[in-house]
Protein backbone atom coordinates (compact mmCIF):
# COMPACT_ATOMS: atom_id res chain seq x y z
CA UNK A 1 0.00 0.00 0.00
CA UNK A 2 1.56 3.41 -1.08
CA UNK A 3 1.37 5.70 1.91
CA UNK A 4 1.62 8.26 -0.79
CA UNK A 5 -2.31 7.11 -1.53
CA UNK A 6 -3.12 7.01 1.95
CA UNK A 7 -2.23 10.60 2.69
CA UNK A 8 -4.37 12.29 -0.13
CA UNK A 9 -7.62 9.79 0.94
CA UNK A 10 -6.81 11.21 4.45
CA UNK A 11 -6.93 14.63 3.22
CA UNK A 12 -9.25 14.40 1.32
CA UNK A 13 -11.79 12.73 4.18
CA UNK A 14 -10.58 15.76 6.46
CA UNK A 15 -11.55 17.92 3.87
CA UNK A 16 -14.93 16.25 3.71
CA UNK A 17 -15.62 16.24 7.83
CA UNK A 18 -14.78 20.33 7.46
CA UNK A 19 -17.86 20.62 4.59
CA UNK A 20 -20.24 18.28 6.40
CA UNK A 21 -19.98 20.29 9.70
CA UNK A 22 -23.02 22.47 10.60
CA UNK A 23 -23.41 22.66 14.48
CA UNK A 24 -26.83 23.74 15.31
CA UNK A 25 -26.79 24.49 19.55
CA UNK A 26 -29.52 25.41 21.59
CA UNK A 27 -29.74 28.50 23.60
CA UNK A 28 -28.33 27.88 26.75
CA UNK A 29 -30.69 26.97 30.14
CA UNK A 30 -27.70 26.99 32.46
CA UNK A 31 -24.82 28.88 34.14
CA UNK A 32 -21.36 27.78 35.08
CA UNK A 33 -20.36 28.52 38.67
CA UNK A 34 -17.42 28.01 40.61
CA UNK A 35 -16.91 29.40 44.48
CA UNK A 36 -17.20 32.35 45.67
CA UNK A 37 -13.52 32.45 46.80
CA UNK A 38 -12.28 31.40 43.34
CA UNK A 39 -10.84 34.63 42.02
CA UNK A 40 -11.95 33.22 38.40
CA UNK A 41 -14.83 35.40 36.96
CA UNK A 42 -14.80 34.90 33.70
CA UNK A 43 -13.57 32.02 31.17
CA UNK A 44 -13.52 30.57 27.86
CA UNK A 45 -15.94 28.27 26.44
CA UNK A 46 -13.20 25.83 25.61
CA UNK A 47 -11.31 26.04 29.01
CA UNK A 48 -14.84 24.91 30.30
CA UNK A 49 -14.94 22.23 28.35
CA UNK A 50 -11.42 20.81 28.83
CA UNK A 51 -11.44 20.96 32.38
CA UNK A 52 -15.10 19.06 32.20
CA UNK A 53 -13.23 16.07 30.35
CA UNK A 54 -10.25 16.56 32.27
CA UNK A 55 -8.20 17.71 29.36
CA UNK A 56 -7.14 20.28 32.20
CA UNK A 57 -7.17 19.54 35.74
CA UNK A 58 -5.62 23.36 36.96
CA UNK A 59 -6.86 26.47 37.03
CA UNK A 60 -4.66 29.22 36.04
CA UNK A 61 -3.01 29.97 39.10
CA UNK A 62 -2.05 26.10 39.58
CA UNK A 63 -4.47 24.64 41.88
CA UNK A 64 -6.47 21.59 40.70
CA UNK A 65 -9.57 21.99 39.52
CA UNK A 66 -12.45 19.79 40.49
CA UNK A 67 -15.68 19.21 38.29
CA UNK A 68 -19.57 18.05 38.97
CA UNK A 69 -22.15 17.00 36.57
CA UNK A 70 -25.47 16.73 36.60
CA UNK A 71 -26.58 13.31 35.72
CA UNK A 72 -26.62 11.84 32.86
CA UNK A 73 -30.29 12.33 32.13
CA UNK A 74 -30.67 15.69 33.38
CA UNK A 75 -32.05 18.39 30.71
CA UNK A 76 -29.50 21.01 31.91
CA UNK A 77 -26.76 18.53 31.30
CA UNK A 78 -27.89 17.73 27.63
CA UNK A 79 -27.79 21.50 26.99
CA UNK A 80 -24.50 22.11 28.68
CA UNK A 81 -22.93 19.08 26.60
CA UNK A 82 -24.48 20.22 22.89
CA UNK A 83 -23.67 23.89 24.19
CA UNK A 84 -19.89 23.53 26.05
CA UNK A 85 -18.83 20.37 24.55
CA UNK A 86 -20.13 20.87 21.44
CA UNK A 87 -21.33 16.80 21.36
CA UNK A 88 -24.28 14.98 23.05
CA UNK A 89 -23.95 13.21 27.00
CA UNK A 90 -23.93 9.98 24.63
CA UNK A 91 -21.05 11.00 23.10
CA UNK A 92 -19.25 12.34 25.90
CA UNK A 93 -20.33 9.43 27.94
CA UNK A 94 -18.18 6.89 24.82
CA UNK A 95 -15.37 9.14 25.69
CA UNK A 96 -15.15 8.76 29.43
CA UNK A 97 -15.33 5.27 28.12
CA UNK A 98 -12.70 5.08 25.91
CA UNK A 99 -10.97 7.19 29.02
CA UNK A 100 -11.83 4.63 31.45
CA UNK A 101 -11.07 1.10 29.81
CA UNK A 102 -7.90 2.71 28.11
CA UNK A 103 -6.61 3.40 31.86
CA UNK A 104 -6.34 7.41 31.02
CA UNK A 105 -9.19 8.36 33.68
CA UNK A 106 -12.35 8.49 35.12
CA UNK A 107 -15.17 10.74 34.50
CA UNK A 108 -16.30 13.68 36.69
CA UNK A 109 -18.15 13.54 40.02
CA UNK A 110 -21.85 13.22 38.96
CA UNK A 111 -24.31 14.16 41.19
CA UNK A 112 -28.17 13.64 41.17
CA UNK A 113 -29.78 17.35 41.91
CA UNK A 114 -28.59 20.73 41.57
CA UNK A 115 -29.06 21.15 45.11
CA UNK A 116 -25.92 18.62 45.24
CA UNK A 117 -24.34 20.45 42.64
CA UNK A 118 -24.96 23.48 44.40
CA UNK A 119 -23.74 22.29 48.02
CA UNK A 120 -20.73 20.40 46.34
CA UNK A 121 -19.36 24.02 44.54
CA UNK A 122 -19.77 26.22 47.88
CA UNK A 123 -18.15 23.29 50.25
CA UNK A 124 -14.96 23.20 47.80
CA UNK A 125 -13.25 26.28 47.06
CA UNK A 126 -11.35 24.62 43.70
CA UNK A 127 -15.12 23.51 42.11
CA UNK A 128 -16.97 24.15 39.23
CA UNK A 129 -20.57 23.12 37.92
CA UNK A 130 -23.33 24.25 36.40
CA UNK A 131 -27.43 24.77 37.01
CA UNK A 132 -30.05 25.89 35.34
CA UNK A 133 -30.10 29.76 34.50
CA UNK A 134 -33.19 29.82 36.35
CA UNK A 135 -31.40 28.39 39.74
CA UNK A 136 -31.28 30.52 42.64
CA UNK A 137 -27.85 30.63 43.94
CA UNK A 138 -27.94 32.81 47.23
CA UNK A 139 -27.99 30.22 49.57
CA UNK A 140 -24.43 28.95 48.64
CA UNK A 141 -21.42 30.99 48.36
CA UNK A 142 -20.95 30.76 44.67
CA UNK A 143 -20.62 33.16 41.57
CA UNK A 144 -21.87 32.57 38.29
CA UNK A 145 -18.84 32.62 35.57
CA UNK A 146 -19.42 34.58 32.33
CA UNK A 147 -18.27 32.02 29.80
CA UNK A 148 -16.91 33.86 26.82
CA UNK A 149 -16.68 31.90 22.93
CA UNK B 1 -3.49 -22.67 35.81
CA UNK B 2 -1.48 -21.27 38.73
CA UNK B 3 -1.71 -17.75 36.90
CA UNK B 4 -5.51 -18.08 36.39
CA UNK B 5 -6.34 -19.38 39.58
CA UNK B 6 -4.09 -16.35 40.90
CA UNK B 7 -6.19 -13.70 38.64
CA UNK B 8 -9.47 -15.70 40.07
CA UNK B 9 -8.46 -14.93 43.47
CA UNK B 10 -7.89 -11.32 42.83
CA UNK B 11 -11.38 -10.47 41.27
CA UNK B 12 -13.20 -12.70 44.11
CA UNK B 13 -11.37 -10.50 46.44
CA UNK B 14 -11.87 -7.36 44.55
CA UNK B 15 -15.78 -8.39 44.60
CA UNK B 16 -16.18 -9.16 47.84
CA UNK B 17 -14.83 -6.17 49.29
CA UNK B 18 -16.72 -4.16 46.84
CA UNK B 19 -19.61 -5.74 46.12
CA UNK B 20 -21.98 -3.17 47.75
CA UNK B 21 -19.96 -0.22 46.53
CA UNK B 22 -21.41 1.94 44.08
CA UNK B 23 -19.31 2.42 40.81
CA UNK B 24 -17.42 5.96 42.46
CA UNK B 25 -16.56 5.33 46.10
CA UNK B 26 -15.88 8.55 47.43
CA UNK B 27 -13.77 9.35 44.36
CA UNK B 28 -11.27 7.11 45.54
CA UNK B 29 -12.14 3.77 43.71
CA UNK B 30 -13.81 3.47 40.19
CA UNK B 31 -15.15 -0.47 39.29
CA UNK B 32 -15.78 -0.53 35.30
CA UNK B 33 -16.31 -3.47 33.42
CA UNK B 34 -17.18 -4.82 29.77
CA UNK B 35 -18.33 -7.83 27.97
CA UNK B 36 -19.91 -9.48 24.80
CA UNK B 37 -21.15 -12.86 23.10
CA UNK B 38 -21.75 -13.38 19.72
CA UNK B 39 -22.38 -16.18 17.19
CA UNK B 40 -20.98 -16.26 14.00
CA UNK B 41 -21.53 -18.75 11.04
CA UNK B 42 -19.43 -18.73 7.68
CA UNK B 43 -19.32 -20.45 4.28
CA UNK B 44 -16.46 -22.24 5.21
CA UNK B 45 -13.18 -21.21 6.62
CA UNK B 46 -13.60 -20.27 10.13
CA UNK B 47 -13.28 -16.37 10.10
CA UNK B 48 -13.61 -14.01 13.73
CA UNK B 49 -15.06 -16.29 15.69
CA UNK B 50 -17.42 -17.97 13.13
CA UNK B 51 -17.35 -21.75 11.90
CA UNK B 52 -18.80 -23.64 9.34
CA UNK B 53 -21.40 -25.14 11.40
CA UNK B 54 -21.88 -22.02 13.50
CA UNK B 55 -20.36 -21.18 16.61
CA UNK B 56 -22.03 -19.80 19.73
CA UNK B 57 -18.48 -20.10 21.40
CA UNK B 58 -16.95 -16.46 21.70
CA UNK B 59 -17.47 -14.54 24.74
CA UNK B 60 -15.56 -12.28 27.10
CA UNK B 61 -15.56 -10.34 30.03
CA UNK B 62 -13.33 -7.55 31.98
CA UNK B 63 -13.11 -6.08 35.30
CA UNK B 64 -11.24 -2.44 35.34
CA UNK B 65 -10.76 -0.82 38.29
CA UNK B 66 -8.94 2.39 39.15
CA UNK B 67 -7.93 4.42 42.23
CA UNK B 68 -6.53 7.71 43.08
CA UNK B 69 -4.81 6.83 46.29
CA UNK B 70 -3.48 9.96 46.31
CA UNK B 71 -4.11 13.39 44.39
CA UNK B 72 -1.63 12.85 41.85
CA UNK B 73 -1.53 9.36 42.14
CA UNK B 74 -3.49 7.05 40.03
CA UNK B 75 -3.62 2.93 39.97
CA UNK B 76 -5.15 1.20 37.22
CA UNK B 77 -5.58 -2.40 36.77
CA UNK B 78 -7.56 -4.59 34.21
CA UNK B 79 -8.63 -8.56 34.19
CA UNK B 80 -9.51 -9.97 31.04
CA UNK B 81 -11.47 -13.36 30.87
CA UNK B 82 -12.18 -14.95 27.31
CA UNK B 83 -13.74 -17.91 25.55
CA UNK B 84 -12.96 -18.09 22.16
CA UNK B 85 -13.87 -21.21 20.58
CA UNK B 86 -12.33 -24.50 22.51
CA UNK B 87 -9.66 -21.94 23.99
CA UNK B 88 -10.53 -19.82 27.48
CA UNK B 89 -7.87 -17.79 28.85
CA UNK B 90 -7.59 -15.16 31.80
CA UNK B 91 -5.28 -12.69 31.75
CA UNK B 92 -4.02 -9.32 33.44
CA UNK B 93 -4.77 -6.83 30.13
CA UNK B 94 -2.89 -3.94 32.60
CA UNK B 95 -2.14 -2.89 36.19
CA UNK B 96 0.02 0.17 36.33
CA UNK B 97 0.34 3.21 38.54
CA UNK B 98 0.60 7.26 36.89
CA UNK B 99 2.04 10.18 39.12
CA UNK B 100 0.49 13.63 37.13
CA UNK B 101 3.15 15.99 37.42
CA UNK B 102 1.09 18.28 35.36
CA UNK B 103 -1.27 17.20 32.06
CA UNK B 104 2.16 17.74 29.92
CA UNK B 105 3.45 15.43 32.33
CA UNK B 106 2.74 11.50 33.70
CA UNK B 107 4.99 9.18 34.60
CA UNK B 108 3.32 5.41 34.21
CA UNK B 109 4.97 2.12 35.28
CA UNK B 110 3.96 -1.22 34.86
CA UNK B 111 2.24 -3.38 32.38
CA UNK B 112 0.22 -0.24 30.44
CA UNK B 113 -1.70 -0.16 27.69
CA UNK B 114 -0.01 -0.41 24.45
CA UNK B 115 -0.78 3.04 22.85
CA UNK B 116 -1.04 2.24 19.05
CA UNK B 117 -3.60 3.76 16.82
CA UNK B 118 -7.02 3.99 17.51
CA UNK B 119 -8.24 1.08 19.13
CA UNK B 120 -5.36 -0.64 20.84
CA UNK B 121 -5.71 0.83 24.24
CA UNK B 122 -9.81 -0.47 23.88
CA UNK B 123 -9.04 -3.50 22.17
CA UNK B 124 -12.23 -5.59 23.48
CA UNK B 125 -14.48 -2.83 24.28
CA UNK B 126 -17.76 -3.12 22.04
CA UNK B 127 -19.32 -0.16 22.98
CA UNK B 128 -16.78 1.86 21.61
CA UNK B 129 -17.00 0.84 17.25
CA UNK B 130 -19.68 -0.20 15.06
CA UNK B 131 -18.48 -3.87 14.35
CA UNK B 132 -18.61 -6.48 17.04
CA UNK B 133 -14.69 -7.10 15.60
CA UNK B 134 -11.53 -4.45 15.00
CA UNK B 135 -10.58 -4.85 11.02
CA UNK B 136 -8.40 -7.75 11.44
CA UNK B 137 -5.62 -6.14 9.02
CA UNK B 138 -4.19 -4.66 11.87
CA UNK B 139 -5.99 -5.91 14.84
CA UNK B 140 -6.17 -9.39 14.23
CA UNK B 141 -2.44 -11.00 15.30
CA UNK B 142 -0.79 -10.11 12.09
CA UNK B 143 2.04 -8.76 14.20
CA UNK B 144 1.64 -5.44 14.23
CA UNK B 145 -0.10 -4.44 18.24
CA UNK B 146 0.43 -5.65 21.21
CA UNK B 147 -2.36 -5.29 23.88
CA UNK B 148 0.28 -3.76 26.77
CA UNK B 149 3.87 -3.24 27.24
CA UNK B 150 5.78 -3.80 30.41
CA UNK B 151 8.09 -0.87 31.41
CA UNK B 152 7.88 3.13 31.97
CA UNK B 153 5.91 5.54 29.70
CA UNK B 154 5.50 9.30 29.24
CA UNK B 155 1.78 10.85 28.48
CA UNK B 156 0.56 13.95 28.47
CA UNK B 157 -1.70 16.81 26.51
CA UNK B 158 -1.42 20.27 25.88
CA UNK B 159 -4.28 22.29 24.02
CA UNK B 160 -4.43 25.99 22.71
CA UNK B 161 -6.33 28.53 23.25
CA UNK B 162 -7.14 28.08 19.34
CA UNK B 163 -8.55 24.42 19.52
CA UNK B 164 -5.52 22.93 18.60
CA UNK B 165 -4.23 20.32 20.15
CA UNK B 166 -1.87 17.38 21.00
CA UNK B 167 -1.83 14.24 23.30
CA UNK B 168 2.13 11.98 23.10
CA UNK B 169 3.31 8.89 24.24
CA UNK B 170 6.59 7.53 24.68
CA UNK B 171 7.31 4.75 26.15
CA UNK B 172 10.06 1.66 26.58
CA UNK B 173 10.12 -1.78 28.00
CA UNK B 174 8.95 -4.94 26.59
CA UNK B 175 6.24 -6.07 24.76
CA UNK B 176 4.47 -9.40 23.81
CA UNK B 177 3.45 -8.89 19.66
CA UNK B 178 0.90 -11.75 18.78
CA UNK B 179 0.87 -13.15 15.61
CA UNK B 180 -0.29 -15.83 12.91
CA UNK B 181 1.51 -17.22 10.48
CA UNK B 182 -0.78 -19.54 8.87
CA UNK B 183 2.48 -21.08 6.78
CA UNK B 184 3.77 -22.38 10.13
CA UNK B 185 0.44 -24.83 10.40
CA UNK B 186 1.84 -26.30 6.35
CA UNK B 187 5.65 -26.84 7.83
CA UNK B 188 7.21 -24.41 5.87
CA UNK B 189 10.10 -22.73 7.21
CA UNK B 190 11.23 -25.70 8.46
CA UNK B 191 14.18 -27.80 7.65
CA UNK B 192 12.54 -30.57 5.29
CA UNK B 193 9.89 -28.14 3.37
CA UNK B 194 7.00 -30.63 4.52
CA UNK B 195 3.16 -30.44 4.74
CA UNK B 196 2.29 -31.18 8.70
CA UNK B 197 -1.38 -31.27 9.60
CA UNK B 198 -2.42 -28.41 11.65
CA UNK B 199 -4.43 -25.48 11.70
CA UNK B 200 -2.97 -21.64 12.29
CA UNK B 201 0.00 -21.11 14.70
CA UNK B 202 -0.43 -18.45 17.03
CA UNK B 203 2.74 -17.30 18.89
CA UNK B 204 3.73 -14.62 21.29
CA UNK B 205 7.17 -13.08 19.87
CA UNK B 206 8.45 -11.13 22.95
CA UNK B 207 10.45 -7.97 22.18
CA UNK B 208 13.38 -6.76 24.03
CA UNK B 209 14.76 -2.99 24.75
CA UNK B 210 11.58 -1.74 22.69
CA UNK B 211 10.97 1.90 22.41
CA UNK B 212 8.05 3.45 20.65
CA UNK B 213 5.46 6.61 21.16
CA UNK B 214 2.32 7.92 19.35
CA UNK B 215 0.90 11.47 18.49
CA UNK B 216 -2.26 12.38 18.35
CA UNK B 217 -3.53 15.82 16.85
CA UNK B 218 -7.10 17.60 17.58
CA UNK B 219 -7.29 20.35 15.07
CA UNK B 220 -10.21 22.96 15.23
CA UNK B 221 -12.51 20.96 13.22
CA UNK B 222 -14.99 19.65 15.56
CA UNK B 223 -14.51 16.10 16.43
CA UNK B 224 -11.56 15.30 13.66
CA UNK B 225 -8.16 14.05 15.27
CA UNK B 226 -5.57 12.51 13.25
CA UNK B 227 -1.70 11.24 14.47
CA UNK B 228 1.25 8.75 14.48
CA UNK B 229 2.46 5.98 15.75
CA UNK B 230 5.33 3.57 16.18
CA UNK B 231 7.57 1.50 17.93
CA UNK B 232 10.47 -1.10 17.90
CA UNK B 233 12.47 -3.52 19.64
CA UNK B 234 14.72 -6.37 18.68
CA UNK B 235 13.38 -9.73 18.65
CA UNK B 236 14.42 -12.66 21.10
CA UNK B 237 16.72 -15.11 19.33
CA UNK B 238 16.22 -13.32 16.09
CA UNK B 239 19.05 -11.00 14.18
CA UNK B 240 16.49 -7.80 13.00
CA UNK B 241 14.57 -5.45 14.94
CA UNK B 242 10.53 -5.38 14.73
CA UNK B 243 9.70 -2.29 13.50
CA UNK B 244 6.33 -0.65 13.05
CA UNK B 245 4.62 2.36 12.42
CA UNK B 246 0.86 3.38 11.43
CA UNK B 247 -0.97 6.28 10.40
CA UNK B 248 -4.74 7.17 12.21
CA UNK B 249 -7.35 9.31 11.46
CA UNK B 250 -10.74 9.65 13.46
CA UNK B 251 -13.59 11.87 13.12
CA UNK B 252 -16.46 11.74 15.53
CA UNK B 253 -19.51 14.22 15.24
CA UNK B 254 -23.21 13.91 15.27
CA UNK B 255 -24.75 11.03 13.63
CA UNK B 256 -21.10 9.83 11.75
CA UNK B 257 -18.47 7.95 12.77
CA UNK B 258 -15.29 8.07 10.45
CA UNK B 259 -11.94 6.40 11.26
CA UNK B 260 -9.11 4.97 8.65
CA UNK B 261 -5.75 3.54 9.83
CA UNK B 262 -2.94 2.24 7.82
CA UNK B 263 0.12 0.51 9.33
CA UNK B 264 3.50 -1.07 7.74
CA UNK B 265 5.66 -3.78 9.99
CA UNK B 266 9.38 -4.00 8.98
CA UNK B 267 11.09 -7.20 10.45
CA UNK B 268 13.91 -7.08 7.45
CA UNK B 269 14.20 -9.11 4.79
CA UNK B 270 12.52 -12.30 6.58
CA UNK B 271 8.80 -10.24 7.32
CA UNK B 272 6.84 -7.42 5.57
CA UNK B 273 3.37 -6.27 6.15
CA UNK B 274 0.75 -3.50 5.78
CA UNK B 275 -2.68 -2.68 6.48
CA UNK B 276 -5.32 -0.34 6.03
CA UNK B 277 -8.81 -0.24 6.66
CA UNK B 278 -11.66 2.49 6.46
CA UNK B 279 -14.52 2.20 8.53
CA UNK B 280 -17.69 4.78 8.47
CA UNK B 281 -21.38 4.59 10.59
CA UNK B 282 -23.99 6.65 10.23
CA UNK B 283 -26.53 6.93 13.34
CA UNK B 284 -29.92 6.59 11.81
CA UNK B 285 -31.47 7.88 15.10
CA UNK B 286 -31.05 7.08 18.73
CA UNK B 287 -30.70 3.64 18.45
CA UNK B 288 -29.85 2.60 14.73
CA UNK B 289 -26.78 2.59 13.15
CA UNK B 290 -25.67 1.03 10.13
CA UNK B 291 -21.57 0.82 9.11
CA UNK B 292 -19.35 -0.35 6.68
CA UNK B 293 -15.84 -1.28 6.54
CA UNK B 294 -13.09 -2.08 4.21
CA UNK B 295 -9.99 -4.07 5.37
CA UNK B 296 -7.05 -4.82 3.36
CA UNK B 297 -3.62 -6.56 4.58
CA UNK B 298 -0.85 -7.99 2.37
CA UNK B 299 2.23 -9.91 3.79
CA UNK B 300 5.76 -10.60 1.94
CA UNK B 301 7.77 -13.65 3.16
CA UNK B 302 11.78 -14.47 2.69
CA UNK B 303 10.97 -16.89 -0.41
CA UNK B 304 14.18 -18.43 0.88
CA UNK B 305 12.53 -19.67 3.76
CA UNK B 306 9.32 -20.14 3.21
CA UNK B 307 7.83 -21.05 -0.08
CA UNK B 308 4.81 -18.86 -0.63
CA UNK B 309 4.07 -20.15 -3.64
CA UNK B 310 1.72 -23.34 -1.93
CA UNK B 311 -0.40 -20.66 -1.30
CA UNK B 312 -0.18 -17.58 -1.75
CA UNK B 313 -4.01 -16.57 -0.47
CA UNK B 314 -2.07 -17.10 3.21
CA UNK B 315 -0.66 -13.59 2.41
CA UNK B 316 -3.34 -12.11 1.74
CA UNK B 317 -6.18 -10.54 3.16
CA UNK B 318 -9.20 -8.31 2.02
CA UNK B 319 -13.11 -8.19 4.04
CA UNK B 320 -15.73 -6.09 2.78
CA UNK B 321 -18.14 -5.51 5.66
CA UNK B 322 -21.76 -4.32 6.22
CA UNK B 323 -23.29 -3.78 9.84
CA UNK B 324 -26.57 -2.80 11.87
CA UNK B 325 -26.55 -2.07 15.15
CA UNK B 326 -29.29 -1.11 17.83
CA UNK B 327 -28.02 0.77 20.59
CA UNK B 328 -30.24 0.39 23.49
CA UNK B 329 -28.02 3.29 25.21
CA UNK B 330 -23.97 4.21 25.46
CA UNK B 331 -23.54 0.77 27.48
CA UNK B 332 -25.69 -2.08 25.49
CA UNK B 333 -25.58 -2.98 21.78
CA UNK B 334 -27.19 -5.76 19.94
CA UNK B 335 -24.63 -5.92 16.18
CA UNK B 336 -25.28 -8.30 13.13
CA UNK B 337 -22.89 -7.58 10.17
CA UNK B 338 -21.79 -9.70 7.05
CA UNK B 339 -18.34 -9.94 5.62
CA UNK B 340 -17.19 -11.08 2.70
CA UNK B 341 -13.45 -11.83 2.45
CA UNK B 342 -10.61 -12.80 -0.05
CA UNK B 343 -7.67 -14.31 1.14
CA UNK B 344 -6.58 -17.00 3.74
CA UNK B 345 -4.42 -14.72 6.20
CA UNK B 346 -7.15 -14.74 8.69
CA UNK B 347 -10.04 -16.92 7.30
CA UNK B 348 -8.52 -20.57 7.45
CA UNK B 349 -10.42 -23.76 7.56
CA UNK B 350 -9.91 -26.44 9.80
CA UNK B 351 -6.85 -28.07 8.52
CA UNK B 352 -4.71 -25.65 6.20
CA UNK B 353 -2.06 -28.29 5.18
CA UNK B 354 -5.03 -30.53 4.17
CA UNK B 355 -6.62 -27.90 2.39
CA UNK B 356 -3.15 -26.53 0.58
CA UNK B 357 -2.07 -30.34 0.17
CA UNK B 358 -5.36 -30.89 -1.87
CA UNK B 359 -5.86 -28.22 -3.25
CA UNK B 360 -9.28 -27.47 -1.30
CA UNK B 361 -8.13 -23.78 -0.18
CA UNK B 362 -11.44 -21.92 -0.45
CA UNK B 363 -9.81 -18.35 -0.63
CA UNK B 364 -13.53 -16.25 -0.44
CA UNK B 365 -15.47 -16.36 2.56
CA UNK B 366 -18.46 -14.91 3.49
CA UNK B 367 -20.10 -15.27 6.80
CA UNK B 368 -22.51 -13.31 9.50
CA UNK B 369 -21.83 -12.30 13.04
CA UNK B 370 -24.51 -11.19 15.38
CA UNK B 371 -23.82 -10.92 19.50
CA UNK B 372 -24.31 -8.02 21.95
CA UNK B 373 -21.68 -6.13 23.52
CA UNK B 374 -21.86 -3.67 27.14
CA UNK B 375 -20.02 -1.86 29.13
CA UNK B 376 -20.52 -0.43 32.65
Known sequence: ?149 | MKVRTGYLFILAALLSGTANLPAQVDKKVDIHGFGAWAYGRTDGNKYIGGTNNGSYNQSWFALNVASTPYPNLTVNAQTFWVQDGDKEEVELDFAFAEWQVSDLFKFRVGRVKHPFGIYTEIFDVGTLRPFFKLPQGIYGNAGFISESYQGLGITGSYYSSREWGITYDIYGGGIGIESENPFESLGNGEDDGSIEEGGEEEETSPLRDMIGGRVTVTIPIHGLNFGFSGYAGDEEEADHRHKVYGFHAEYLSGAWTLRSEYANLDEGHEHRADAFYLEGAYNLNEHWQVAVRYDWFDAELDPENVNVSAAPSLLEHEDFALGLSYWFNTNFVLKLSYHIVSGNHFALPEDVADAVATGDLNTTTRGILAGGQFSF
Open chain 1, 1 to 149: MNVTIYIVALSVTCFWCSQIQAQKTPKPAYKVIVNALNPVSSMKKDMVSRLFLKKATRWPNGEKATCVDLASDSPVRKRFSKKIHGREVSAIKAYWQKKIFSGRGVPVLELGSEAKVLQYVHDNPQAVGYVAASTSTAKYKVKVVVIEN
